[in-house]
C-alpha cells in the first residue's frame, strides 16, 4: 500500500511562495483544557473576576496555546502533510498581541528560504509563520525551520 503524499516535497518549494490556513475560534475550553495539560493555571487565564481588574479586562490564552495552535494551523495548510521530517528550530518568536476567547485566528506561511540537505534526502525550508486574528492583526510572529523530503527518484 503506498501512501498518498498531500504536502510539498522540499524541491517544490520556492522562495517567496505563500500560504494561509483556515480560521480556528479559540474557546474557554482551550484554554481550561491547556491550563490542565501544562500546570499552567495563573489567574489571567483561569479566574474570571481576577482578569476583570487587570489592564485587558478579560481572561487571555496562554501565549504557549496561541503557539501550539498555529503549529496545528500550519499543518491544516496541507503544505507538510506526509513531507515533513522534523520541526528542526524556532528562529525566533513575538507574541504581539493579546488573543481573547471568542477570537478567530489563523497562519500566514511565507516561505524566505530554502537549503538542500542531500545526505538526509531533503532539505530545509525557512518560514516566516505569521498568526492573525478576525481582524487581520498579527498576534503572534516568528521565523521556524522545517526538514522537508525530498520528491522520491
Given at each position: 500500500?503506498?501512501?498518498?503524499?498531500?504536502?510539498?516535497?522540499?524541491?517544490?518549494?520556492?522562495?517567496?511562495?505563500?500560504?494561509?490556513?483556515?480560521?480556528?475560534?479559540?474557546?474557554?475550553?482551550?484554554?481550561?483544557?491547556?491550563?490542565?495539560?501544562?500546570?499552567?493555571?495563573?489567574?489571567?487565564?483561569?479566574?474570571?473576576?481576577?482578569?476583570?481588574?487587570?489592564?485587558?479586562?478579560?481572561?487571555?490564552?496562554?501565549?504557549?496555546?496561541?503557539?501550539?495552535?498555529?503549529?496545528?494551523?500550519?499543518?491544516?495548510?496541507?503544505?507538510?502533510?506526509?513531507?515533513?521530517?522534523?520541526?528542526?528550530?524556532?528562529?525566533?518568536?513575538?507574541?504581539?498581541?493579546?488573543?481573547?476567547?471568542?477570537?478567530?485566528?489563523?497562519?500566514?506561511?511565507?516561505?524566505?528560504?530554502?537549503?538542500?540537505?542531500?545526505?538526509?534526502?531533503?532539505?530545509?525550508?525557512?518560514?516566516?509563520?505569521?498568526?492573525?486574528?478576525?481582524?487581520?492583526?498579527?498576534?503572534?510572529?516568528?521565523?521556524?525551520?522545517?526538514?522537508v523530503a525530498s520528491k522520491p527518484e
Amino acid at each position: 500500500m503506498t501512501t498518498l503524499m498531500r504536502g510539498k516535497y522540499f524541491d517544490e518549494f520556492e522562495v517567496g511562495m505563500n500560504f494561509v490556513s483556515p480560521g480556528r475560534t479559540i474557546t474557554e475550553s482551550d484554554i481550561v483544557s491547556f491550563a490542565g495539560l501544562s500546570g499552567d493555571y495563573t489567574q489571567i487565564h483561569t479566574d474570571a473576576e481576577f482578569s476583570k481588574t487587570t489592564p485587558v479586562g478579560q481572561r487571555v490564552a496562554h501565549g504557549l496555546l496561541g503557539l501550539s495552535i498555529a503549529s496545528g494551523l500550519a499543518v491544516r495548510t496541507g503544505v507538510l502533510e506526509g513531507t515533513v521530517i522534523a520541526f528542526r528550530e524556532i528562529v525566533e518568536w513575538k507574541f504581539v498581541k493579546t488573543i481573547f476567547i471568542g477570537d478567530t485566528v489563523r497562519v500566514s506561511l511565507y516561505v524566505l528560504e530554502t537549503k538542500a540537505l542531500p545526505r538526509l534526502r531533503g532539505g530545509t525550508v525557512n518560514i516566516e509563520l505569521r498568526l492573525l486574528n478576525q481582524n487581520d492583526d498579527v498576534v503572534m510572529k516568528g521565523i521556524w525551520k522545517v526538514l522537508v523530503a525530498s520528491k522520491p527518484e
